[in-house]
Structures are given as C-alpha cells and as structure tokens.
C-alpha cells in the first residue's frame, strides 16, 4: 500500500494527507473508481486548482499524470483526442507547428485537459468556456463504469461532469475541438487607464476589436486612481503580421521557465509596502499605449509560468485567490471591492479584471455574462470578514465566487450562487449514489449534498 503523500492546491493553505494511486490503464482507473477506501476517490490533475478541490483527506487521489497520451489528431476536422492528464503545456507544443490552437487558453498552461473540463475553465473574455469545445469524452463513474459522454447523447451527464469539480466521475479521455491559427504569435495593444472606470469603458467600447482583452489592475492604488489597470488586448498574428525576421520560427512554441522561486520564504515578506512598490514600478514602466506590438504566447497567455513554484513567495501560510463575477450592470460591486482592498491595504499584486459575454453551459459552471475580477491575496486572519463581506455583495448582485478558486467561502450562500445546484446534486447522485467521489472542498462546502445526506 503506497504510502500517504501530503496535497496542497496552488494557494498552499490547508494541505491534507491521502493514498495517491497513479493508475495508467482504463482497469485500474474503474477498479479504484467503484471500489475506493472508506473515504473515498478524488481526480487530480497539476493541482492549480487554488483550495482544496483535488484533494481528499484519509482518503483516495487518484492522479492522471500517467494518463498523459496524445491519441490522435484529425486536421480534417480540427480535433484533437487526448487522455486527461495531458497538460495544457504539452498540446500547445505539439499542436502549434501543426497550425492549431485550443479554443479557450486559461492564465497558466500547467493545467491538464481532466482539470480544465472539471472546472469548465474559461480564458480572456470570448469564445465560451473548455467544455464549449469538448465533443466527447470518456469518463468512469461509481454507478456506470467507463463510457463514452457526449452533449448530444446525455446533456445532463456532460454539463454535470464539466464544471463538476471531479464529483460525477474522473475523466480519462477527451477529443477537443480546436482553432487554426497560422502563427505563434499575438499582435497586442497595451494601454494603460487612469482608474476601473475608465477601464471598464475601454473595454467596452473596443473589446469588440480583440480575441483576448485582460486588464491588469493596481489594487493598492486609491483615490483618483482607484482600480488603475494596464488593459492588453491582442490576435493571433496572421504570418504577414510577423516582422521578417519571426517568419522561419512562425509557428515554433518552446517555453522555457526563466526562474525559481526558493522554496523557503518568510510570511509577512509580501507587506503593503514592497507590494505597493511593486505595483508603482510595474504600473510605470507598462508603456502608455503601445499598438500592434508582436508577442509569443507565453508572455501573453502565461507570464506567470515563467518563473517555476511562484506560489512560495507567498511564504508557508500560503494565499488566497478570490475570484467572483456580477452580471453588467453591476460596475458597482467591482468598485466597491477596489476600494475595500485598497482601503484596507492588503498587499495584493495585480488583480486581473476580464468581460464574460457567456453564461457557463454547466451546471454549476462559473462564468456569466458580466464583470469577473481575480485576485491573490496573502492568507491571514484578517481576510475572513473583507471576503466575506463581499461575498454578500456578489451574491445582491446576482453573481457568484469561482469553485476552483475558492478555499474560504461559507457553505451557506452556495445555492444562491449557483442556482442550479439542486439540478446538479440529482444527476450527481445517479452517478455516484453511495458517494465515493468526495473531496476536502466538498466536505467543506457540501457541494454534493453527502453531507446533510450523512455520509
Ligand atoms: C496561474 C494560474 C492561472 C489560472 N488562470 C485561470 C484562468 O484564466 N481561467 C480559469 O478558468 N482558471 C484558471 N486557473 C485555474 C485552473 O485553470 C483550474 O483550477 C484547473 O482546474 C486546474 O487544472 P489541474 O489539472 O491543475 O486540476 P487540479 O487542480 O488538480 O484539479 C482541479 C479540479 O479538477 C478535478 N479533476 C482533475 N482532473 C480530473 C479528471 N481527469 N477527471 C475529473 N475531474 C478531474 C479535480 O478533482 C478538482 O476538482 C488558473 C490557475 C493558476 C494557478
């Protein structure tokens, strides 16, 4: 018996003991699925889910890093079929040179194909959400085993597993619907805005123009510049676009991780004075407005992944990330948050402030048409009574926090954030009606009702 390894998600706050089964074959994937330890079996891809989501204490985790082949590519079509521990990092390399490029790009691309459909992932602003674009896929579930899962098929099934936060079976295999793209390139324009007003406008006005928009904000700034941002907006460059020089490279996609964090670093280093120092220089040195500047996909999509284990400068208490979306119309709630963080001088580094113009299809999928705003947080005591009040106005508001994201929200204001989730706990309990698919966040949260249930 292998013996207990100790899981964190990416924000390192309350890391749990479990038996970590990494199966490599479709048998060992049912048997661990229908015949799982008394507390049960969770899926777990790269673990950048924030809290507890892909993690089980005393229990089962059943990792897909060995299921990590590309089965096949159809050019005719433009899919692609993968197992689910491939990694969003690994399809870009192989797909790029070939003229592909998946149709929803989250901010790193250390997330697996399983981890994306679990959280019905979404990227800058439009195009829908991961699972928009997922034709099939195979998944094994306590009640039914291994089988195929198709929208068309059994629309339930697949908008309760998308989205599901690993609670209605572990996926195994997906065939993703991908975009042509003809470089890996992005033609971007920066500007920088003078508060969320202004940016908020901006966005409006011209997001219309761009593929991808993300504003990049100053939470520590206050005053006339509350919400300061630094909005990118960007294409995929066409070949012509590249400047003579790119044209041999125009499709090539070879990241490299510039840095390491150390992997020991004080509490309390992040403070509001080197934070807000931070966002001053950033904030500064961004150009004033730059137009049609050529940038690789790293540094567009994942400027982040560039420096390996960033989450440890957040010291061993770890970080929060909030993440909430209001519909349009409700400008105000993402003000009134700028000023709660900002007046209350939580060190944060940048927020990033992005536009849905989808509602999630899943059931209890995050995104809706509105405002989102994400941002990283130190983990202290402190935090509890600033999240939490702004949780009562997202739900006024008529909006909700991410899942994925989440390691602190209150059990009690899940269904009105997520109105469909009596819908989503009847198909959930069809698939697994004894419950074997649990997890921290769901004995945290009661996600899948197990709990009032009493198991
Ligand atoms: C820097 C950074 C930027 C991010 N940017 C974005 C963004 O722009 N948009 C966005 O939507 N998200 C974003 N995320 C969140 C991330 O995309 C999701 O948390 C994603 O689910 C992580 O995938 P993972 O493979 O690491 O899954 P894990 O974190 O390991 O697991 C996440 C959930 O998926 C389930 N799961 C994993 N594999 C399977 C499987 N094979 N079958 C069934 N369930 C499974 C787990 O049980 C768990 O509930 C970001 C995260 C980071 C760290």
């Given at each position: 018996?292998?013996?207990?390894?100790?899981?964190?998600?990416?924000g390192?706050?309350?890391?749990?003991?479990?038996?970590?089964?990494?199966p490599?074959?479709?048998?060992?994937?049912?048997?661990?699925v229908?015949?799982?330890?008394p507390?049960?079996?969770i899926a777990r891809?790269?673990?950048?889910?924030?809290?507890?989501?892909?993690q089980?204490?005393?229990?089962d985790v059943?990792s897909?890093?060995?299921?990590?082949?590309v089965?096949?590519?159809?050019v005719?079509?433009g899919?692609?079929?993968?197992?689910?521990?491939?990694?969003?990092?690994?399809?870009?390399?192989?797909?790029l040179?070939?003229?592909?490029f998946?149709?929803v790009i989250?901010?790193?691309?250390?997330?697996?194909?399983?981890?994306?459909?679990?959280?019905?992932i979404h990227?800058k602003?439009r195009?829908?959400?991961?699972?928009d674009?997922v034709?099939?896929?195979?998944i094994?579930?306590?009640a039914?085993?291994?089988?195929m899962?198709?929208?068309?098929a059994d629309?339930?099934?697949?908008?309760a597993t998308?989205?599901?936060m690993?609670l209605?079976?572990?996926?195994?295999?997906?065939?993703?619907?991908?975009?042509?793209?003809?470089t890996?390139?992005i033609?971007?324009?920066?500007?920088?805005t003078?508060d969320v007003?202004?940016?908020?406008?901006?966005?409006l006005e011209?997001?219309?123009?761009?593929?991808y928009?993300?504003?990049?904000?100053?939470?520590?700034?206050?005053?006339?510049h509350?919400?300061?941002?630094?909005?990118?907006?960007?294409?995929?460059?066409?070949?012509?676009?590249?400047p003579?020089?790119?044209?041999?490279?125009?499709?090539?996609?070879?990241?490299r991780?510039?840095?390491?964090?150390?992997?020991?670093?004080?509490?309390?280093?992040?403070?509001?004075?080197?934070?807000?120092?931070?966002?001053?220089?950033?904030?500064r040195r961004?150009?004033r407005?730059t137009?049609?500047?050529?940038?690789?996909?790293?540094?567009?999509?994942?400027?982040?992944?560039?420096?390996?284990?960033?989450n440890?400068?957040?010291?061993?208490?770890?970080?929060?990330q909030?993440?909430?979306?209001?519909?349009?119309?409700?400008?105000?709630?993402?003000?009134?948050?700028?000023?709660?963080?900002?007046a209350?001088?939580v060190?944060?580094?940048?927020?990033?402030?992005?536009?849905?113009?989808?509602?999630?299809?899943?059931?209890?999928?995050f995104?809706?048409?509105g405002?989102?705003?994400?941002?990283?947080i130190?983990?202290?005591?402190?935090?509890?009574?600033?999240l939490?009040?702004?949780?009562?106005?997202?739900?006024?508001a008529?909006?909700?926090?991410?899942?994925?994201?989440?390691?602190r929200?209150?059990?009690e204001?899940?269904?009105?954030?997520y109105?469909?989730?009596?819908?989503?706990?009847?198909?959930?309990?069809?698939?697994?009606?004894?419950?074997?698919?649990?997890?921290d966040?769901?004995?945290?949260?009661?996600?899948?009702?197990?709990?009032?249930?009493?198991?």
């Amino acid at each position: 018996m292998a013996a207990p390894e100790l899981l964190s998600g990416w924000g390192r706050t309350s890391p749990t003991l479990a038996t970590v089964h990494r199966p490599d074959d479709l048998e060992q994937i049912v048997s661990q699925v229908t015949a799982p330890s008394p507390r049960g079996v969770i899926a777990r891809g790269l673990g950048r889910s924030y809290g507890d989501a892909a993690q089980n204490a005393g229990g089962d985790v059943l990792s897909c890093s060995k299921l990590d082949r590309v089965l096949a590519i159809d050019v005719e079509k433009g899919t692609v079929t993968v197992e689910s521990g491939v990694s969003l990092d690994t399809l870009l390399r192989v797909l790029l040179p070939l003229g592909w490029f998946p149709m929803v790009i989250p901010g790193t691309s250390y997330v697996t194909v399983g981890g994306a459909i679990a959280s019905d992932i979404h990227g800058k602003f439009r195009h829908g959400s991961f699972a928009d674009y997922v034709d099939r896929m195979r998944i094994v579930t306590p009640a039914r085993g291994a089988y195929m899962l198709e929208p068309e098929a059994d629309a339930n099934g697949f908008w309760a597993t998308s989205g599901g936060m690993g609670l209605t079976g572990v996926v195994t295999e997906a065939t993703l619907k991908l975009q042509s793209v003809e470089t890996s390139r992005i033609v971007c324009d920066t500007e920088r805005t003078n508060d969320v007003d202004d940016c908020m406008e901006r966005m409006l006005e011209r997001d219309h123009e761009y593929r991808y928009s993300v504003a990049w904000i100053d939470c520590l700034a206050s005053g006339g510049h509350l919400g300061r941002a630094v909005l990118t907006r960007g294409n995929h460059a066409t070949f012509d676009e590249l400047p003579v020089s790119d044209r041999s490279t125009a499709r090539e996609y070879v990241p490299r991780t510039l840095l390491a964090a150390p992997p020991w670093i004080p509490n309390g280093l992040l403070n509001p004075v080197t934070v807000r120092a931070f966002n001053e220089l950033w904030f500064r040195r961004a150009p004033r407005t730059t137009h049609r500047v050529v940038e690789g996909i790293k540094p567009f999509f994942f400027p982040l992944d560039s420096v390996r284990d960033w989450n440890r400068i957040y010291g061993p208490r770890g970080f929060v990330q909030y993440q909430f979306v209001v519909p349009f119309g409700s400008e105000q709630v993402v003000r009134t948050a700028l000023e709660r963080f900002s007046a209350a001088r939580v060190p944060t580094f940048l927020a990033v402030l992005k536009r849905f113009e989808h509602d999630s299809r899943s059931l209890i999928g995050f995104p809706m048409s509105g405002w989102t705003l994400a941002l990283d947080i130190p983990a202290s005591p402190r935090l509890a009574p600033l999240l939490d009040g702004l949780d009562e106005l997202v739900v006024e508001a008529g909006g909700r926090v991410y899942l994925t994201k989440d390691s602190r929200l209150r059990p009690e204001l899940l269904a009105a954030m997520y109105p469909r989730l009596d819908e989503w706990r009847s198909t959930r309990a069809a698939l697994d009606p004894d419950n074997l698919l649990r997890s921290d966040m769901d004995r945290r949260l009661d996600l899948s009702g197990a709990g009032r249930r009493g198991s």
